[in-house]
C-alpha cells in the first residue's frame, strides 16, 4: 500500500510532507512570486519572452519617485550574427516578476555589439509628447493633455482618476507648445503633488509619504547631509494679464539667483511669489548625500519580515519612506536617533539581489533644473 503524500491535522491545513511552513524571516516576495525568476517581455501583453530565444542576465532596474519606472537594462546573449527583430527601438518592453508588472516601458537602445538592451519607462515618454487637446491646440490642462495624447496613441497609458481639469494658464491655450512632462511637473509643483505612473501603466499623481513602511537595520549603511545653498534670494520676472512685466522677490542675502518665469504665460503676484519660495526652498535647504546599497536581509516591514527586493522597487515608484535603525539624523536641527527618509531613487540588481536607495534630494539637481521644473529658466 502506497504511503500518503500528504500529512494532515484535525483543523489544521493541509501541507506536503517535505515542505514545512513558511519561516518567519522568508521574503514576501518569495510567497507571492513563488520562488520565480524574473523575466522580459517584448512585444505587450501578447508579445515574447525573450527568455525563449536566448539567456537573459545582467537585469537592472531603475525607478524614481515621482515619476515611477525610469530605466531598465540587461544583456541578451545571442549569437554573432542573430538579431532578432522584436527586440527594437520603440518596441513595448516589460519586466514581470510571478506574472505581475514591475517594470513597464520600451526599448530606447540595442547595442549588438555587446547585447545590451536598454528600456525606458512610460513616464518618460511624457517628456516628448506634446500637450495638446483632442482637436490640436496647445493645452494647460493636465487632464485634457493626458487623454488627447492617449488617444492619438502618443502615450501607452491610462489614467484612472483626475489629477486636475483646470487649466494651468488664464486661459486654456498656450503661447506655444509644452510637452506633457513640463505641463505635469509645474502642475505637481505648484499644487504640491507628484505625478508618476504606476506599474500598472497608471498615471496618477499623490504626496510624499510621511510613515515609513520599511525599516533598515542598524549596520546597513550611513547617510550625510551637505548644506550647499545654491541662493539665498531668488529674484523673478513674470507677465500680468496686461501684458505688463513685473519682478518680485523670495529670500534674502547677497546670493542671488535670477529666473525668468515669462514662459509660465500670465501670472499673478502671489503665484509668482508662491513659485519663487519654493524654488528658493528647494535650492537652499541642502540635501543628502549618496544613498546607500542594502540586501534583501537588511531591509525589513515594519512587522520584521523581510522585503524581496522587486517588491522595494514596486513600492518605491508610488512614494516609499524607509526608516534608517541605529542611524542618528544629520539634518540640522534634528535630534532623532533614527532617520526616516523618502526614496528618491531605487535601483534594483537582479543578480547580487540588491536594492542602491538614494533619498530625495540626492539625485543630482542644479539650479536651473529646478527653475526648469517649475516652467521657468535661468535669466541669462
Same mark, same amino acid.
Given at each position: 500500500?502506497?504511503?500518503?503524500?500528504?500529512?494532515?491535522?484535525?483543523?489544521?491545513?493541509?501541507?506536503?510532507?517535505?515542505?514545512?511552513?513558511?519561516?518567519?524571516?522568508?521574503?514576501?516576495?518569495?510567497?507571492?512570486?513563488?520562488?520565480?525568476?524574473?523575466?522580459?517581455?517584448?512585444?505587450?501583453?501578447?508579445?515574447?519572452?525573450?527568455?525563449?530565444?536566448?539567456?537573459?542576465?545582467?537585469?537592472?532596474?531603475?525607478?524614481?519617485?515621482?515619476?515611477?519606472?525610469?530605466?531598465?537594462?540587461?544583456?541578451?546573449?545571442?549569437?554573432?550574427?542573430?538579431?532578432?527583430?522584436?527586440?527594437?527601438?520603440?518596441?513595448?518592453?516589460?519586466?514581470?516578476?510571478?506574472?505581475?508588472?514591475?517594470?513597464?516601458?520600451?526599448?530606447?537602445?540595442?547595442?549588438?555589439?555587446?547585447?545590451?538592451?536598454?528600456?525606458?519607462?512610460?513616464?518618460?515618454?511624457?517628456?516628448?509628447?506634446?500637450?495638446?487637446?483632442?482637436?490640436?491646440?496647445?493645452?494647460?490642462?493636465?487632464?485634457?493633455?493626458?487623454?488627447? @495624447?492617449? /488617444?492619438?496613441?502618443?502615450?501607452?497609458?491610462? $489614467?484612472?482618476? =483626475?489629477? !486636475?481639469? &483646470?487649466?494651468?494658464?488664464? #486661459?486654456?491655450?498656450?503661447?506655444?507648445?509644452?510637452?506633457?512632462?513640463?505641463?505635469?511637473?509645474?502642475?505637481?509643483?505648484?499644487?504640491?503633488?507628484?505625478?508618476?505612473?504606476?506599474?500598472?501603466?497608471?498615471?496618477?499623481?499623490?504626496?510624499?509619504?510621511?510613515?515609513?513602511?520599511?525599516?533598515?537595520?542598524?549596520?546597513?549603511?550611513?547617510?550625510?547631509?551637505?548644506?550647499?545653498?545654491?541662493?539665498?534670494?531668488?529674484?523673478?520676472?513674470?507677465?500680468?494679464?496686461?501684458?505688463?512685466?513685473?519682478?518680485?522677490?523670495?529670500?534674502?542675502?547677497?546670493?542671488?539667483?535670477?529666473?525668468?518665469?515669462?514662459?509660465?504665460?500670465?501670472?499673478?503676484?502671489?503665484? @509668482?511669489? /508662491?513659485?519663487?519660495?519654493?524654488?528658493?526652498? $528647494?535650492?537652499? =535647504?541642502? !540635501?543628502? &548625500?549618496?544613498?546607500?546599497? #542594502?540586501?534583501?536581509?537588511?531591509?525589513?516591514?515594519?512587522?520584521?519580515?523581510?522585503?524581496?527586493?522587486?517588491?522595494?522597487?514596486?513600492?518605491?515608484?508610488?512614494?516609499?519612506?524607509?526608516?534608517?535603525?541605529?542611524?542618528?539624523?544629520?539634518?540640522?536641527?534634528?535630534?532623532?536617533?533614527?532617520?526616516?527618509?523618502?526614496?528618491?531613487?531605487?535601483?534594483?540588481?537582479?543578480?547580487?539581489?540588491?536594492?542602491?536607495?538614494?533619498?530625495?534630494?540626492?539625485?543630482?539637481?542644479?539650479?536651473?533644473?529646478?527653475?526648469?521644473?517649475?516652467?521657468?529658466?535661468?535669466?541669462?
Amino acid at each position: 500500500m502506497a504511503s500518503p503524500s500528504l500529512v494532515t491535522f484535525p483543523g489544521a491545513d493541509v501541507f506536503p510532507e517535505a515542505a514545512p511552513p513558511p519561516q518567519p524571516w522568508r521574503s514576501a516576495g518569495d510567497y507571492r512570486a513563488g520562488g520565480s525568476s524574473p523575466q522580459v517581455r517584448v512585444g505587450g501583453s501578447k508579445g515574447l519572452w525573450l527568455s525563449t530565444l536566448a539567456p537573459v542576465g545582467d537585469i537592472e532596474v531603475d525607478v524614481r519617485w515621482p515619476l515611477g519606472g525610469y530605466e531598465l537594462s540587461f544583456s541578451v546573449l545571442l549569437g554573432a550574427r542573430r538579431r532578432p527583430a522584436v527586440i527594437a527601438k520603440g518596441a513595448p518592453c516589460d519586466l514581470l516578476l510571478g506574472g505581475r508588472v514591475v517594470f513597464p516601458g520600451r526599448i530606447s537602445e540595442v547595442d549588438w555589439s555587446e547585447g545590451k538592451v536598454t528600456a525606458t519607462g512610460l513616464c518618460r515618454d511624457a517628456e516628448t509628447t506634446a500637450a495638446l487637446t483632442a482637436g490640436g491646440t496647445t493645452t494647460s490642462t493636465p487632464n485634457v493633455a493626458i487623454d488627447a @495624447a492617449i /488617444s492619438r496613441g502618443a502615450w501607452a497609458v491610462t $489614467r484612472p482618476a =483626475s489629477l !486636475s481639469s &483646470a487649466a494651468m494658464a488664464s #486661459v486654456d491655450e498656450t503661447d506655444h507648445v509644452n510637452y506633457v512632462a513640463q505641463l505635469l511637473d509645474m502642475w505637481a509643483n505648484d499644487n504640491g503633488k507628484r505625478w508618476y505612473v504606476d506599474s500598472d501603466k497608471a498615471v496618477r499623481a499623490g504626496v510624499d509619504p510621511t510613515t515609513p513602511e520599511l525599516y533598515l537595520l542598524p549596520g546597513a549603511g550611513e547617510l550625510s547631509w551637505a548644506t550647499e545653498k545654491e541662493a539665498t534670494r531668488v529674484i523673478g520676472r513674470w507677465m500680468d494679464a496686461s501684458g505688463v512685466f513685473h519682478t518680485s522677490f523670495a529670500g534674502s542675502g547677497s546670493q542671488e539667483q535670477i529666473v525668468d518665469l515669462t514662459d509660465r504665460g500670465v501670472l499673478n503676484g502671489a503665484q @509668482a511669489v /508662491s513659485i519663487l519660495n519654493q524654488i528658493l526652498a $528647494r535650492s537652499s =535647504s541642502g !540635501s543628502w &548625500a549618496g544613498g546607500v546599497t #542594502v540586501s534583501a536581509d537588511q531591509l525589513v516591514t515594519v512587522g520584521g519580515l523581510r522585503m524581496d527586493p522587486s517588491r522595494v522597487v514596486r513600492m518605491a515608484q508610488r512614494g516609499l519612506m524607509v526608516r534608517l535603525l541605529g542611524h542618528r539624523d544629520p539634518r540640522p536641527g534634528r535630534f532623532s536617533l533614527t532617520t526616516d527618509v523618502v526614496i528618491g531613487q531605487a535601483v534594483w540588481n537582479v543578480s547580487g539581489r540588491t536594492v542602491a536607495l538614494t533619498p530625495m534630494g540626492s539625485v543630482a539637481r542644479d539650479f536651473a533644473s529646478i527653475v526648469e521644473s517649475f516652467g521657468g529658466s535661468v535669466a541669462s
